[in-house]
């Protein structure tokens, strides 16, 4: 694993055992981020100004290291990208703390919630990447735009509830993840979340179902139906066979398994006369 040392901004890879204690970034992708190959040179772009402010953070908290994903990751190599993203949610989860950097939320005067404005509808809530983000760590604080700080994951369970359809008690820490939730209602969660690249809406799922599969970039949609099928390997657990009807009609074929998350929206329909418990359609895991 690879980190940055706050009191240097310089990179420091890790094995195993050794890993340091490290603070975290979850932030959305902009214009200007900065890369691996960029702070291994020098390079200045725009996005220094966060992973410096990340640093600045970690200091505060007595945190001597930091990963952030774009600069971090040398996406250069194939098999350490492959690594990385298979290794995500773990990363979230076994950091110290987590920074959620919101660009677009602005903390008015005087700080309290609700003045937290744009929080509700901020950017950060589309996206694939930052839903494991939210639930993974242990510790997770919100930053507005200017690094202030805001409320904790914790102080805001209830709103983060209604903003993203995670129980309050998941986002509060006072249930566990893997034992209180369908697969269909982890799905719901991602269903209205979009990423950059069409095969990351499978590949950001991976640590949120305990998968891990190899990255085939260029594959598209078949990068979900694959998740699905290694799901439907490891998992008894039928409710991931609850799709919409209008997504698993192609034609004249019927498609076994969805091809997006927005199959398992909680407002679309099911398919008729079928519920959690009487769902036995065929299904035969084609080879690869």
């Known amino acids: 694993m690879r980190l940055i040392e706050v009191s240097t901004i310089t990179l420091h890879e890790f094995v195993g055992q050794d890993i340091p204690r490290y603070a975290i970034l979850s932030h959305t992708w902009g214009e200007g981020e900065l890369l691996f190959e960029d702070l291994n040179q020098g390079t200045p772009k725009r996005g220094l100004q966060k992973v410096l402010d990340t640093c600045k953070q970690a200091e505060l908290d007595n945190i001597e290291y930091v990963w952030v994903d774009t ?32 660009e677009d939320v602005t903390l008015s005067q005087g700080g309290p919630v609700d003045n937290m404005i744009n929080f509700d509808t901020s950017r950060w809530f589309t996206r694939g990447w930052t839903l494991q983000e939210l639930i993974a760590p242990h510790e997770l604080h919100f930053f507005d735009c200017n690094w202030r700080k805001m409320q904790s994951r914790h102080d805001l369970a209830e709103r983060l509830s209604n903003i993203t359809g995670i129980h309050k008690d998941i986002l509060s820490r006072r249930h566990r993840l893997e034992r209180n939730e369908s697969i269909a209602t982890k799905m719901k969660w991602a269903a209205n979340r979009v990423t950059t690249r069409e095969e990351d809406i499978a590949y950001c799922l991976l640590g949120l179902f305990d998968i891990n599969m190899p990255l085939l970039y260029g594959e598209g949609r078949n990068a979900f139906i694959r998740l699905q099928e290694e799901i439907l390997r490891r998992a008894p657990d039928q ?40 769902t036995r359609l065929p299904y035969r895991s084609k080879s690869h």
């Open 71 to 102: 600069c971090c990751i040398d996406r250069s190599s194939s098999a350490e990208l492959s690594e990385a993203i298979n290794s995500m949610f773990k990363y979230y989860n076994k950091s110290a703390a987590c920074y959620v950097f919101m």
């Open 239 to 278: 409710t991931i066979l609850t799709w919409t009807e209008s997504f698993l009609r192609r034609g004249r074929q019927i498609a076994y398994l969805p091809e997006h998350p927005s199959a398992f929206h909680p407002r679309a329909p099911f398919l008729q006369g079928r519920s959690y418990s009487q």
